[in-house]
Each structure stands twice: as structure tokens, then as C-alpha cells.
């Protein structure tokens, strides 16, 4: 991913057992630690932003 080499997370903030999650998925799709992170976030980002509902329907 071409963002993880120009600008790569930071993932030291990250607990270790998840740590060790994303390493074990990077190996597993033949990227790095950070390259499985960004996919990672930009999965829920995406995620996130296909069930967000329309502005106006907030709950009051």
C-alpha cells in the first residue's frame, strides 16, 4: 500500500495482544504490520461511513 510506505502507523500505542493479531494477518496477506493496519482502518472507515445515517433522522 503505497500510504504505509510514505507515511506508516504508528502501532506501538496498540496493546500487545493486538499487536500480535495484526502481525499474525500481515504474514497471513504477505504485507507488514502497518500495511495490515491501514487496511484495517480503512475497512471500518468504511464500514462505518455505509451505515451512518442521512443528516436529520438524529435521535433528539
Not at 21 to 30: D, G, K, P, S, V
Not at 46 to 58: I, K, W
Amino acid at each position: 500500500m503505497e500510504t504505509a510506505r510514505n507515511n506508516p502507523l504508528d502501532i506501538r500505542h496498540i496493546s500487545l495482544k493486538v499487536r500480535k493479531l495484526i502481525e499474525q494477518y500481515a504474514i497471513a496477506n504477505n504485507c507488514t504490520s502497518a500495511e495490515m493496519l491501514e487496511r484495517i482502518i480503512l475497512d471500518w472507515d468504511a464500514h462505518q461511513s455505509g451505515s451512518e445515517r442521512p443528516l436529520g433522522e438524529e435521535d433528539e
